[in-house]
């Protein structure tokens, strides 16, 4: 495993106070690495195999997913049906908490980020706003491991064209320690930019555990390439 993708994990770590995004981070870390790159049903049967296994911490929209699938239900069925069983509502932080490995994985072109995790995304959410969510959280990762600040990071997003429209989303929501992604993006980044410390970030989110586990990625990051570049 690269060095990015372990400081990316060691930030899941520090920021998630229960451990199911750390969980499963660590699979798709480990699905990267044996199929040196993304695919989407190599880590949809290592998610349900924990899911069947020990598996703890995945949020609602993940559980029900993988419950309809054991019911018998194909796959994109059952992410279907927990999108209509929850009223639409899918639209969650569970992808961004666990995708972020993708921007470590330096093989993967930054082009092909947004894709991929869209993709990884829709294994369990059906939302837009989620797979859109987490594109935008694994640019962030991916644009401060090559070196930039996080404003430049957030400038780069802001210009990306298929997801300006959602960073637009991001920059007028508020701060809250709800679960909803664009709102658990823009906590993120308050905390960043206002140099709030992890403990900082962590009390804020509460039992919940949304905002605080991406504020720990993007500023292990951070703290990492301000030493080395």
């Not at 993708?5 to 870390?29: N, R, T």
């Not at 930054?110 to 294994?123: G, V």
């Not at 509460?206 to 990492?224: D, E, Q, T």
Request: charged share 25%; proline share 3%; glycine share 6%.
């Amino acid at each position: 495993m690269n060095n990015e993708i372990k400081l990316i994990l060691e930030g899941v770590k520090k920021g998630d106070q229960i451990g199911g995004p750390f969980e499963l981070s660590k699979i798709l870390a480990n699905s990267l690495q044996a199929n040196n790159g993304f695919n989407k049903d190599d880590l949809t049967k290592r998610y349900l195999e924990w899911w069947k296994e020990d598996a703890f911490d995945t949020g609602p929209t993940y559980a029900s997913v993988f419950t309809n699938i054991l019911k018998g239900y194909d796959h994109e069925k059952a992410v279907y049906k927990t999108h209509q069983d929850f009223d639409k509502n899918t639209a969650g932080c569970g992808p961004a908490h666990r995708c972020m490995p993708l921007a470590g994985f330096t093989n993967i072109p930054t082009n092909k980020l947004t894709d991929l995790a869209r993709q990884e995304a829709k294994i369990t959410h059906y939302h837009e706003d989620a797979g859109n969510g987490s594109a935008i959280v694994v640019l962030l990762c991916r644009y401060l491991l090559e070196g930039k600040n996080i404003d430049n990071a957030c400038l780069e997003v802001s210009k990306n064209k298929e997801l300006n429209q959602s960073w637009k989303q991001v920059e007028n929501a508020k701060l809250s320690p709800d679960g909803y992604i664009y709102n658990v993006i823009y906590s993120a980044l308050h905390f960043i930019k206002n140099k709030s410390t992890l403990e900082d970030s962590i009390k804020f989110s509460g039992k919940a555990n949304y905002s605080s586990i991406i504020f720990s990625v993007l500023n292990n990051i951070s703290k990492y390439t301000k030493l080395n570049f």
